[in-house]
Structures are given as C-alpha cells and as structure tokens.
C-alpha cells in the first residue's frame, strides 16, 4: 500500500462541515501537513501539526491527529464554494529531507 | 511580487525536442525542489538542491538535468521529450532542506505532441 492514502474526492454542501481524512504508515512520523491545491495553482502550505499534539484549530480550519492509529483529519467548518479545491494530506518524518505527499482529495462544494 | 515564479506556465512541443523550465525564488530559501505532477494529480518529488548542492535525485531518466546558477534559481531542461513527459512541473522552496513547509510556484503545464 501507498505510505500517505487519502480518498479520491468529498462532496458537501455550502455551510456544512467538511471532514478530510488521511492515514499514513510511518510511526516515526514528526510533522504532518495538509496543503490546498486551486485549480491552475501550485500547492499552498495550510496548516501542519506536530506529531505530538492531538489537535490544532486556526480559524475554520481544525487538524486532529491520531497517533495510535496513524490517522490525520482536516476539519473546516461553514464550508464554502472557495474551498473547492484539491486537498493534500503529507508526513514527514526527522530523517527524511523532503515529505511524502498523498493523492489529493478533491473536494466539491455545491450550493 | 510572486515568491516562487516559473517560466513559461504553458509549453507545448513536439516529441524529440528539447526544453528547459525555469525558476526563481525571492524569499531567500536555501532549498528548491522539482515536483512532477501527473494527469490524475500525484505529485511526485525529482530533484533537491541545497545551497546550490543537488541533494535529492530521484529515479528520473537522465534526460532531464537540473541546474542551479545560484540558491535563487533552479533550472530544468529536458531533452528529447517524450509523450509520457507530459505533466505540470512545479519548482518549489523552503527554509533549509530538512523542512515540510515547501512554497510551490505556479506549476508549468508541459504537453508533448
């Protein structure tokens, strides 16, 4: 299986809560990501956690992390139609130089 | 004043050519990176430099070579392209080398005819 898997896509409706979910595989894990991608854009950092923390809230945004279960989520509340975008989940781990990056969840917002 | 910029955004060309992409970064990182983005969005890492040092060479055929002038640019040139090059390429920064928090341009979308 892949190191970091998302599912493919999420579709919710304007105003609801959408919940992105990731897993990834390596226990030594230091700092987990997720980035947005807009559509003709390069990826944009938006928020990361330690691996130490259970959870982090910024604005509508709230990052929750399982650490026995190796299981990272990316909450935003009053999802929006800006925040159609695709959604990359990455770990990182203290030896590796560069994170390992999932799929990307595409996620649809409709009114 | 766009932090990471890539030049051009759109290539179009014919399969044996060869072409170069280019980028810069005014943020004053150590670190860029080359990514290869596919059709179905899987990014995938090709090479690092540090301080103008290559750090990370992936497997990727040897038809494309990175140059870094300086720990401002990062250069790629690809010759004789080939259909399963087509992709969207992204040159990214960061702090130092030991860092997930990368600062991605805008991607240059590369279609081989």
């Known amino acids: 299986g892949e190191d970091v898997e998302q599912s493919l896509f999420l579709s919710v409706r304007e105003g609801d809560s959408s919940v992105i979910n990731c897993t990834y595989t390596?226990?030594?894990?230091?700092?987990l990501y997720w980035y947005k991608q807009e559509p003709g854009a390069g990826l944009q950092l938006l928020t990361y956690i330690f691996s130490n923390m259970d959870m982090k809230q910024d604005q509508r945004l709230t990052v929750l992390l399982n650490k026995k279960d190796k299981h990272l989520s990316l909450r935003i509340a009053d999802t929006q139609t800006g925040d159609s975008a695709i959604y990359f989940c990455a770990e990182k781990t203290g030896g590796s130089y560069i994170p390992t990056f999932g799929r990307g969840t595409s996620l649809i917002v409709h009114p | 004043d766009t932090a990471v910029s890539q030049t051009p955004k759109y290539l179009v060309t014919q399969m044996g050519n060869d072409k170069s992409i280019k980028c810069e970064q005014n943020l004053g990182h150590d670190t860029m990176y080359w990514y290869k983005q596919d059709s179905k969005k899987f990014l995938k890492i090709m090479f690092s430099y540090n301080n103008k040092e290559l750090i990370i060479n992936e497997t990727v055929p040897n038809r494309f070579s990175p140059k870094s002038p300086d720990k401002a640019h990062l250069n790629l040139h690809i010759n004789s392209l080939e259909l399963g090059d087509s992709a969207v390429y992204f040159c990214?920064?960061?702090?130092?080398?030991?860092?997930?928090?990368?600062?991605f341009g805008e991607g240059s979308r590369l279609t081989v005819l």
């Open positions: 390596d226990s030594s894990s230091t700092y």
């Open positions: 990214a920064s960061s702090p130092g080398k030991n860092t997930g928090e990368l600062f």
